[in-house]
């Protein structure tokens, strides 16, 4: 549009020194010569008028013409080098997205610092840590090992409790029983913190635990059951203070 615009306004510059040279009514005159530069300043003025932009895109339709020409040129390129060209890389999109579905099948819902803050330990009335015990055996067996790491957290907290190293508290979550634990018993915090954290991933952030996961929380579950308390450290809150043969 712009040189057709030149041209125009080129064609009437002549146009005009031409009809202003016949006027004169002397033909044998030589033909009058514009410079150059007045010549480029005149097809200057002449396409800064408005009717010649009218018509031009915008500057957003401009940018987006210019992102969608590259990112077709990107495309391109990419089905040239591809095996098998524009169908190599669909395949190549197609196995992409089938690798992250089964990444996200895999560690489930990605939500930031799962915790328990918000919901209990125990969903119904807690029986005793032998019969969650039970449970999570008869869940291992099955290699159900989520609900066998769950029942075996609870089992955790109910043997704390029968101890008298936990005082009995409905609505106690994963995570204050195994800081409450972690006081009476120092040598363990970190595992039982561990234990607490893998109780709410599984719980709340749908992630989906593992055998080897499990055997750590088993693993606890056992060390704990002859791990005497530390009676130096101040009892858990509303704890009943053990008895000496509280540990045996």
């Keep these: 549009m712009i040189a057709r615009g030149l041209a125009e306004a080129a064609l009437r510059t002549a146009a005009g020194l031409r009809t202003h040279s016949s006027g004169s009514g002397e033909d044998d005159t030589p033909p009058v010569t514009v410079p150059r530069e007045p010549a480029r300043r005149a097809a200057e003025d002449e396409l800064s008028e408005p009717a010649y932009r009218q018509d031009e895109p915008g500057l957003v339709r401009r940018v987006l013409d210019w992102v969608w020409e590259h990112i077709g040129d990107l495309l391109g390129s990419a089905a040239d080098a591809s095996p098998g060209g524009a169908v190599g890389l ?48 008869a869940h291992a067996a099955e290699h159900r090992w989520s609900e066998a790491l769950q029942e075996r957290m609870r089992a955790i907290v109910l043997s704390l409790e029968e101890r008298a190293l936990l005082d009995p508290r409905p609505g106690r979550t994963a995570d204050e029983a195994a800081t409450d634990a ?67």
């Design 90 to 137: 669909i395949v190549i999109a197609l196995v992409v997205v089938l690798l992250l579905v089964a990444l996200r099948m895999r560690l489930g819902s990605p939500r930031p610092g799962p915790t328990s803050r918000n919901g209990t330990l125990f969903g119904t009335r807690p029986g005793t840590a032998a019969d969650h015990r039970a449970a999570a055996d």
């Design 182 to 248: 972690g006081r009476a018993l120092p040598g363990h915090a970190t595992e039982l913190a561990n234990a607490a954290r893998a109780f709410d991933e599984v719980t709340y952030a749908e992630r989906t635990a593992d055998e080897a996961a499990y055997l750590r929380v088993r693993d606890l579950d056992h060390a704990l059951r002859s791990a005497r308390p530390d009676l130096a450290r101040p009892a858990a809150a509303g704890a009943v203070p053990p008895s000496p043969g509280a540990g045996r």
